[in-house]
T-cell receptor
Framework: QKEVEQNSGPLSVPEGAIASLNCTYS??????FFWYRQYSGKSPELIMF????GDKEDGRFTAQLNKASQYVSLLIRDSQPSDSATYLC????????????FGAGTQVVVTP | EAGVAQSPRYKIIEKRQSVAFWCNPI?????LYWYQQILGQGPKLLIQ????????DSQLPKDRFSAERLKGVDSTLKIQPAKLEDSAVYLC?????????????FGQGTRLTVV
């Protein structure tokens, strides 16, 4: 079992709609969760992170965390063509050193 | 504030040759990560440093890969000898510390092609 799992996609979303991305993790003790966006040929850039159960909003992005069910999700509201990218979920392990592990990413394609 | 610097941006080598990548983290960042990202996959952690000490290298192929972070600042990742399957982007990231709410920032990466 992979430690961080994501659907690879592609997830096709009409412009203006909501994109919903999911991520599950295996280590119940994981403490914090990060969403990165990666454009083709570029390095990952941080969108937001969450470490408390519930929702966290930042602009058009909302991260949702449910530690009991071991999943974290990202919602992108009013999707734009510029949101077309691969979205990587990263989980910081509960070990002493904060090992940061990534899922394989979900490709999102926003169609005009 | 300057970001994470990596060099070179691109490298093409023949199999069995050696190669080295350099990373300069954001000033003051104690944690430094090296990731390998194969096309179509997520970043795979190779090694993590806390200051100048290795805290995780469980996925580093130690028979051919080595890394160091002298003086707790710059870091070098070396591959010797390279194999075809080492073709990937090598990403360096740094974070202020190991605590749960400290995020990691990535450099532009080095794209390695082994022919």
């Amino acid at each position: 079992q992979k430690e961080v799992e994501q659907n690879s996609g592609p997830l096709s979303v009409p412009e203006g709609a909501i994109a919903s991305l999911n991520c599950t993790y295996s280590d119940r003790g994981s403490q914090s969760f990060f969403w990165y966006r990666q454009y083709s040929g570029k390095s990952p850039e941080l969108i937001m992170f969450i470490y408390s159960n519930g929702d966290k909003e930042d602009g058009r992005f909302t991260a949702q965390l449910n530690k009991a069910s071991q999943y974290v999700s990202l919602l992108i509201r009013d999707s734009q063509p510029s949101d077309s990218a691969t979205y990587l979920c990263a989980v910081k392990a509960p070990d002493s050193w904060g090992k940061l592990q990534f899922g394989a990413g979900t490709q999102v394609v926003v169609t005009p | 504030e300057a970001g994470v610097a990596q060099s070179p941006r691109y490298k093409i080598i023949e199999k069995r040759q050696s190669v080295a990548f350099w990373c300069n983290p954001i000033s003051g960042h104690a944690t430094l990560y090296w990731y390998q990202q194969i096309l179509g996959q997520g970043p795979k952690l190779l090694i993590q440093f806390q200051n100048n000490g290795v805290v995780d290298d469980s996925q580093l192929p130690k028979d051919r890969f080595s890394a160091e972070r002298l003086k707790g600042v710059d870091s070098t990742l070396k591959i010797q000898p390279a194999k075809l399957e080492d073709s990937a982007v090598y990403l360096c990231a740094s974070s202020l510390g190991r605590h749960m709410n400290t995020e990691a920032f990535f450099g532009q990466g080095t794209r390695l092609t082994v022919v």
